[in-house]
């Protein structure tokens, strides 16, 4: 008892890991890092602001897109704080709540994003299956409807977590093998059983982002069913093209989530530079390509973010 007494108390924080094995490094990543952080916002604050802007995007696909991009800054803003005190301060240490409280965002708009790109994946099913009452189908209100229903999942989903970790003793190392908080670094370093966590976090990954991943195949294996089914080739290439920024969307974070887990599992043998880089990935890369992808791939966004720039180019 004395023991666990002690354990607890001796863990009121946690140290972030930058470059594993190479603290020394850690300043050279400081700029890259900010970039990556600063694209994140211009991009997606630029998708948010053109479709505020411009009324012929204010159509279901494009709302869902905001959702996205809203979700992409929030789980950015989410690893900021703690990336910021490693590689700008040199100063990894972070208290055990606010270290709970970043796993719980982390996690959370995880789920949305996953919750999100289904909503999507929906959302292009309809616009190819049934056209004409696309708009009559996904109204304001079922969408808004969809959107607090992501978001009430992904809170139901997570909210046992940071009490899962809080149960535990930490009598081991607390340094985390991340610049940031995630549930299964910090179970790694507790004392006791986390077969109760691992079964959890097992259920997490099956039952909502696997269960999702299903239903994003599913509805494309009816979408190419419906395509094929198209006279006309044009037609057919059209309906396609519509969907490839979500399809590209799709794989940014599924691919680096499936990366992640499978290094995680199996990985063990690897350098921990590589986990280290598998998961700054799979947290940093979505948010800044997501907005470049729908960018180049929507022509209605380009024209009209070419369009403000001829504009600014014009007036000066």
């Not at 991943?213 to 979408?223: D, E, G, P, Q, T």
């Amino acid at each position: 008892m004395m023991n666990s007494n002690a354990s607890h108390a001796n863990h009121h924080s946690f140290i972030l890991t930058g470059i594993p094995g190479m603290p020394d490094k850690n300043p050279w990543m400081a700029f890259p890092l900010g970039f990556l952080y600063t694209l994140t916002l211009l991009g997606n604050g630029t998708i948010l602001a053109v479709i505020k802007v411009d009324q012929s995007l204010h159509e279901p696909m494009y709302y869902f897109l905001s959702i996205l991009a809203l979700t992409d800054v929030s789980l950015s803003m989410s690893t900021l704080p703690s990336m910021l005190s490693i590689f700008w301060f040199n100063a990894p240490e972070i208290p055990f709540d606010a270290c709970i409280t970043q796993m719980f965002f982390i996690h959370g708009f995880g789920v949305v994003e996953s919750g999100v790109l289904v909503s999507m994946a929906f959302d292009r099913f309809v616009a190819i299956q049934d056209p004409l009452r696309y708009a009559s189908i996904l109204t304001h209100g079922v969408i808004g409807k969809i959107g607090v229903a992501v978001l009430t999942q992904a809170v139901c989903v997570v909210f046992p977590v940071p009490f899962l970790i809080k149960r535990l003793p930490f009598c081991r190392s607390n340094v985390l093998s991340h610049s940031y908080c995630l549930h299964q670094d910090a179970m790694r370093l507790a004392c006791a059983s986390t077969r109760i966590n691992s079964l959890y976090g097992l259920i997490i990954v099956i039952f909502t982002l696997g269960l999702d991943a299903l239903v994003i195949l599913f509805s494309y294996v009816l979408i190419l069913k419906i395509v094929l089914g198209i006279a006309s080739r044009v037609e057919r290439l059209k309906a396609l093209n519509t969907c490839l920024s979500h399809i590209c969307a799709v794989l940014l974070f599924y691919v680096p989530l499936i990366g992640v887990t499978m290094i995680h599992r199996f990985g063990k043998h690897l350098s921990p530079v590589v986990h280290t880089l598998m998961a700054n990935i799979y947290l940093l890369l979505p948010p800044v390509l997501n907005p470049i992808v729908y960018s180049v791939k929507t022509k209605q966004i380009r024209r009209r973010i070419i369009h403000v720039f001829q504009r600014r180019k014009n007036r000066a």
